[in-house]
């Protein structure tokens, strides 16, 4: 990745990138990266920085929330988009294949369960609640989520320009056959 060494926190499976509106990427591209080894070669002008770019910006959009100085790159890429676009989006195909970033999607899970909303005041504390959903949520329960999509968004009009989301195609399969 730029801007440093590289940790086993880095180490992902990567399936693909798409990106539109990106650096040099005008229409919407996509690479499939293939199982084994993958090496990109190709003339100057060709687009292998702005490979290493979207590689990057995932980190940069993902060190945000974990406190990665490579968070402080997000800046350099609010003027990314191609031809001086206001907005652009990148999606990294990824597999979440790394102990630490499975611990990390759990740890979430069972964050965002005991911060729920309460309603009424005989309902369990967020304490007794991370505590419950600690001992019931199987980290394996928790398998659909390791394979998935990070896509970033960047729209300059907006209050808020940043926009990140994990989608994960078993889940909104399953999503989609329960409605």
Same mark, same amino acid.
């Given at each position: 990745? $730029? =801007?440093g060494a590289i940790r086993e926190a880095d180490l992902v499976l990567l399936h693909g990138v798409e990106a539109e509106r990106f650096l040099s990427v005008g &229409?919407?591209?996509? $690479?499939?990266?293939?199982? *084994?080894?993958?090496?990109?070669?190709g003339p100057n002008g060709a687009g292998k920085t702005n490979l290493a770019a979207c590689l990057d910006l995932g980190r940069a959009v993902v060190g945000r929330a974990s406190g990665d100085? %490579? %968070?402080?790159?997000? !800046?350099?890429?609010e003027s990314a988009g191609h031809d =001086? %676009? /206001?907005?652009?989006?990148? /999606? $990294?195909?990824? &597999?979440l294949d790394q102990d630490g970033e499975r611990k990390r999607i759990h740890a979430f899970m069972c964050a965002a369960y005991a911060c729920s909303g309460r309603s009424e005041q005989d309902e369990p504390? /967020?304490?007794?609640?991370?505590?419950?959903?600690? &001992?019931?949520? *199987? !980290?394996?329960?928790? !398998?659909?989520?390791?394979? =998935?999509?990070?896509?970033?968004?960047?729209?300059s009009a907006m209050v808020r320009p940043w926009f990140a989301a994990w989608q994960s195609p078993s889940v909104w399969s399953q999503l989609g056959r329960a409605a």
């Amino acid at each position: 990745m $730029l =801007g440093g060494a590289i940790r086993e926190a880095d180490l992902v499976l990567l399936h693909g990138v798409e990106a539109e509106r990106f650096l040099s990427v005008g &229409d919407r591209v996509r $690479l499939d990266v293939p199982e *084994g080894l993958t090496v990109v070669t190709g003339p100057n002008g060709a687009g292998k920085t702005n490979l290493a770019a979207c590689l990057d910006l995932g980190r940069a959009v993902v060190g945000r929330a974990s406190g990665d100085p %490579a %968070a402080e790159r997000l !800046a350099v890429y609010e003027s990314a988009g191609h031809d =001086g %676009a /206001a907005s652009f989006w990148v /999606a $990294l195909d990824l &597999d979440l294949d790394q102990d630490g970033e499975r611990k990390r999607i759990h740890a979430f899970m069972c964050a965002a369960y005991a911060c729920s909303g309460r309603s009424e005041q005989d309902e369990p504390s /967020a304490d007794e609640d991370d505590t419950y959903v600690r &001992d019931c949520l *199987g !980290a394996d329960s928790l !398998a659909p989520l390791w394979s =998935g999509r990070l896509l970033i968004r960047y729209d300059s009009a907006m209050v808020r320009p940043w926009f990140a989301a994990w989608q994960s195609p078993s889940v909104w399969s399953q999503l989609g056959r329960a409605a």
